[in-house]
Structures are given as structure tokens and as C-alpha cells.
């Protein structure tokens, strides 16, 4: 881990120096990229400076304690206390930078909720998901956008996208991504019998648009007509947009706004998430690996929540943290949760920082 720090305080020193660079400044889209990257690094480097110069001054303390001069050994003595505090807040903040990797500081992240095994049941526990997850991103003062939804005839969701803007959302929301499972018996089930159903969630960062550069050749657009449940259609124009990304494969469609150009804008943005999301994790195995052993992979198939009705339980399988409040969750208080799975990700970073030097 500090090697991690040491790269990513390189890399700032090396992007400051691209800064002055004159091919650089000529080069206005070459710079915003610079620029960009430095502005993300420039807490996380500066705080690692000023605890590598802590730790340089609490070990110049410490040799003059051996010193044959009284006042030195005065001195160093009275100022130790102060500069290992300093130090240990300065190392809590770098933490804090840390947990929840480099894409922990971004305003803006894309969440899609899928219902899974179950039915209808699976769908309405789907918007369960949503109203959750809306009313909890409410709470924190953020923007939330549904961008897409894919509704049933009962009121549930097969599918739904949403965009939060805000301080914190995807550092906090990342750890929803996984299986959710729900135990509950179904209004439509006569015998009261317990059913269990699922849906996915899966949380991305949304890249600036200097971070994924997308060309009209890069990618197919089809336009379709919009269509509901039932295969009912929502309108008679051509508005609905698919977009096709040749280079990964991946597919995108949006139909919920009744204008073409709308709808397309909301593709490109989902794209873009999904398409950076797809290259970070080719180009950052090792760091996936390690995210791996410390919450979990955050891989659709991953089981990582229990919700409970019958017994107002909540259980999240990843810390094996149990709570009896499931109405308080559903309702948007997600603080219980998330703040024990952040302090569980700290703790795990801090045994891998290791202890410095006294």
C-alpha cells in the first residue's frame, strides 16, 4: 500500500511538471486531460507529503533524544507527542482518501437494478430497491435521476437506471453493487407462505467526458419506437435510441423520453459509465483483486444482502452484520449499512498500510 502512495505521489509530481510542459500547453485537450488527473490526485499526494515530512521531523525528534544535550533532549521530548498526533491525524485522512479506491472522490455515478429469480415479486422487490435507494440519495442532498425503466404491470421494475450528482455518492453507493435477496410473502400469495426473490444492483463511476471520448464511428445508433408492457407503444414517433459500442460490445437502449435527442443523450452518459467501467477493470486487475479480498468483488452474481420481512432483519453477508430495522432501511436510512461496511473497508486498508514507524 505504500507503494500505491509512492506511485500516486510520482504520478502528481510527473503531471505538475506536464503542466509547464509547452507541447502540453499547446495542446488544449491534452492539457484538460492533465489537468483533470491532477486535480484528482492533488488531496491524496499532498496529504502523503505532509505525512512523509511528519515522519521525517518525529525522526529527527527521536535522534535528539540521544543527544548529550540536555535542551535537545528537552525539547525533542515536548515536541513528539505533538508531531506523532499530527501525524496520526494526517495518516486517518489518508485512509479515508483510500478507502473505495481512486474513483472514490467522483460526484456523479450510474446504479442499474435488475430484477432477478422471482417473478413479479423479484420486480416489485426491484422498485423496493429503488425507492431506497431514491429516498436515501434525497436524504444526503444529492440529485437523482431516473434515467431509464423497464416497468411491469403491477408496478415493479424488470429493470431500472438511475444517475446520482452529490458529495460522497460513489464512494457510499459502491458497496450496493451485488445480489440482493428478499424473503417476504407476496400480496398475491393466499397461503401466506414465505417467498425468496432477487435483483441486481450494480453501481459506476461516471467519467468526466474527457475520460471516455466517444465518436459517432465508434458506436452503431438504431432508433426504434418506444414501446410499453404488453408491447403497447408509448408513442407513434421514432424517438427510442440503442447504441451498440463496437469495441466492447456492449449495448445500450433508452426509450423513456419522448425526444430522440434526449434519448440519446441519456444513452451516451450510461454508455460512457459502462464503457469506463469495462476498461478500469482490464486495466486495474490487481487492484480489483485486492478489492476483491477486502468487501467482495461487487460481482452481479455475489449474494451480499438479505432482506427479511417477517423478522424486520437485515443481514449483509460481506461483514456478517445483522440488523433488526429492515422499515428504517427501506425507508432511505442507509447510514447503518454503509457506515459499518466503510469502517470494515478502513480497518482492512489500515492492517494493510501496516503500522509506520514509531
Not at 414465505?194 to 465518436?215: F, G
Not at 441519456?266 to 464503457?275: F, H, N
Request: hydrophobic residues 35%.
Amino acid at each position: 500500500m505504500r507503494d500505491t502512495l509512492e506511485e500516486k505521489l510520482a504520478r502528481y509530481q510527473e503531471l505538475e511538471r506536464l503542466m509547464t510542459d509547452p507541447e502540453v500547453l499547446a495542446d488544449s485537450q491534452r492539457l484538460a486531460e492533465v489537468a483533470r488527473e491532477h486535480g484528482m490526485l492533488a488531496r491524496l499526494a499532498t496529504k502523503y507529503q505532509t505525512f512523509k515530512r511528519l515522519t521525517d521531523e518525529i525522526a529527527q525528534a527521536n535522534t535528539m533524544l540521544q543527544s548529550s544535550d540536555p535542551e535537545e533532549r528537552e525539547l525533542a521530548e515536548l515536541e513528539l507527542p505533538e508531531l506523532k498526533e499530527r501525524r496520526e491525524a494526517v495518516w486517518n485522512d489518508l485512509l479515508d482518501l483510500t478507502v473505495g479506491g481512486e474513483d472514490a472522490a467522483r460526484r456523479r455515478c450510474v446504479m442499474e437494478i435488475r430484477a432477478g429469480a422471482g417473478g413479479d415479486e423479484a420486480a416489485l422487490f426491484a422498485r423496493d430497491l429503488y425507492e431506497m435507494y431514491r429516498r436515501f440519495g434525497e436524504s444526503q442532498g444529492w440529485k437523482v435521476e431516473v434515467m431509464g425503466a423497464n416497468a411491469t404491470e403491477l408496478g415493479g421494475f424488470k429493470e431500472i437506471t438511475l444517475a446520482f450528482t452529490g458529495e460522497g455518492t460513489y464512494r457510499m453507493l459502491q458497496y450496493e453493487s451485488g445480489g440482493h435477496r428478499v424473503q417476504r410473502v407476496p400480496e398475491t400469495e393466499a397461503q401466506g407462505r414465505i417467498h425468496t426473490s432477487a435483483a441486481t444492483v450494480a453501481v459506476l463511476p461516471e467519467p468526466e467526458d474527457v475520460e471516455v471520448e466517444l465518436k459517432p464511428d465508434d458506436y452503431r445508433k438504431d432508433i426504434f419506437h418506444a414501446s410499453g408492457p404488453g408491447g403497447q407503444h408509448v408513442n407513434k414517433t421514432a424517438s427510442a435510441v440503442r447504441l451498440t459500442h463496437y469495441e466492447t460490445g456492449i449495448v445500450v437502449s433508452m426509450q423513456d423520453e419522448k425526444s430522440q435527442h434526449k434519448n440519446l443523450a441519456k444513452a451516451l452518459r450510461i454508455l460512457k459509465s459502462r464503457i469506463y467501467e469495462h476498461r478500469r477493470r482490464q486495466q486495474h486487475e490487481e487492484r480489483a483483486a485486492e478489492r476483491k479480498s477486502l468487501v467482495g468483488s461487487g460481482d452481479r452474481s455475489q449474494r451480499i444482502r438479505t432482506y427479511n420481512f417477517p423478522q424486520n432483519r437485515v443481514t449483509d453477508h460481506r461483514i456478517n452484520l445483522t440488523l433488526y430495522k429492515l422499515d428504517q432501511i427501506l425507508a432511505g436510512d442507509l447510514h447503518p449499512l454503509l457506515d459499518a461496511l466503510i469502517e470494515h473497508d478502513r480497518q482492512q486498508y489500515r492492517d494493510a498500510m501496516g503500522a509506520f514507524d514509531s
